[in-house]
């Protein structure tokens, strides 16, 4: 995707409405435009800090762009982003393997 200008928060709502599917839409009269995370908190377009509890996806575990955790992704990124858990692949076996050595109790089938 190439760089483009910034979009307003006002663009940002038309093209929502033009090119997402309803169930994308935002509970919110005038929802917050986040601009950009860090660790725990994530910051709005004038600046604003939000502590983020939503705890989406992995946020909840790493938190937004965390310094030891960036690099690991761009290198996973460069082979595989992401695939199904049908499929076999070594990142998942040696992540599980070493969540169940670190883990309590027996982790093992």
């Not at 929502?16 to 009269?29: D, G, H, I, Q, S």
């Not at 939000?50 to 690991?72: K, M, N, Q, R």
Request: charged content about 25%; overall charge neutral; glycine content about 4%.
């Amino acid at each position: 995707m190439a760089e483009t200008k910034k979009l307003t928060k006002t663009e940002i709502k038309e093209m929502r409405e033009k090119f997402l599917m309803p169930a994308y839409m935002t509970y919110f009269k005038e929802p917050v435009q986040i601009v950009r995370g860090e660790m725990q908190y994530v910051y709005d377009n004038d600046g604003k800090r939000y502590l983020d509890a939503f705890s989406a996806v992995v946020t909840i575990s790493v938190g937004h762009c965390h310094p030891d955790i960036v690099p690991e992704v761009q290198k996973q990124n460069a082979t595989l982003q992401h695939m199904t858990t049908l499929y076999y692949t070594e990142a998942l076996v040696k992540l599980a393997a070493e969540l169940a050595s670190i883990a309590p109790g027996k982790l093992q089938k």
